[in-house]
Structure formats: structure tokens, C-alpha cells
């Protein structure tokens, strides 16, 4: 069993950075691929990043490629979300989601993960 729990989100104007970070629980973690999906008002949940289980692969949706970057620290048991030139349409509710069982390939479909963490909410102003 995992538990996550995001954090980072709040209120930001166009043109600025946030950091969320998603930390979890129990001995799994280090093997299983991350993701970060979100959802905004009336709009199906979005994929927005994937990373491996050793950090070695990531892949992005086009709307945020060369804008956000995932990573993770599997001594901590956290997985990162750095958001940068942030615009309005990336206002929304953030998610992170862990893929099981161990050492399963980077997905970018949210029926392929298992655990998901309760959401941060992003608010880019213009």
C-alpha cells in the first residue's frame, strides 16, 4: 500500500514558478513509476508527467514540455513537479499518482496507476 500527499500549489501569476512535491509511503516507492496528471473544472484528468522508477526516464505532455520537469528522491520518498512560465490554462488540480507493482515502465494513461495522492490546487492568474 502507498499513500501520497502533494503539496506546493497556491496562487501564481503568468510568467511564474511553483514546486510541488509529492511524498509517500511505505517500502515501495523507489520501485514503482511516478506521474503527475490534473484536472481542471469540468475537464477530463490530463497526463502532465511520468518518471521511472530510478529516475532514468521522463516523458511530458506537449503542453508542458521545456516548461516542467519532473524528478525524485527516492531517499526521501518524494517526487517533484517543477512548473515554470507558468500560464493560466495550466490552473488546475494536481495529482500524483504512483504505478505498481515494481519496476513497471513510465505510463501515460491514468487507469495504469494504482495510488493517487488527494490533489493540490495550481491558480495561475493572468
Known amino acids: 500500500q502507498v499513500q501520497l500527499v502533494e503539496s506546493g500549489g497556491g496562487l501564481v501569476q503568468a510568467g511564474g514558478s511553483l514546486r510541488l512535491s509529492c511524498v509517500a509511503s511505505?517500502?515501495?516507492?523507489?520501485?514503482?513509476?511516478m506521474g503527475w496528471f490534473r484536472q481542471a473544472p469540468g475537464k477530463e484528468r490530463e497526463f502532465v508527467a511520468t518518471?521511472?522508477?530510478?529516475?532514468?526516464?521522463?516523458y511530458y505532455a506537449d503542453s508542458v514540455k521545456g516548461r516542467f520537469t519532473i524528478s525524485r528522491d527516492n531517499a526521501k520518498k518524494t517526487v517533484y513537479l517543477q512548473m515554470s512560465s507558468l500560464k493560466p490554462e495550466d490552473t488546475a488540480v494536481y495529482y500524483c499518482a504512483a504505478r505498481g507493482p515494481a519496476y513497471s515502465s513510465i505510463s501515460y494513461y491514468y487507469y495504469d496507476y494504482n495510488y493517487w495522492g488527494q490533489g493540490t490546487q495550481v491558480t495561475v492568474s493572468s
Open positions: 518518471i521511472s522508477w530510478s529516475g532514468g526516464r521522463t
Open positions: 511505505g517500502r515501495t516507492f523507489s520501485t514503482y513509476a
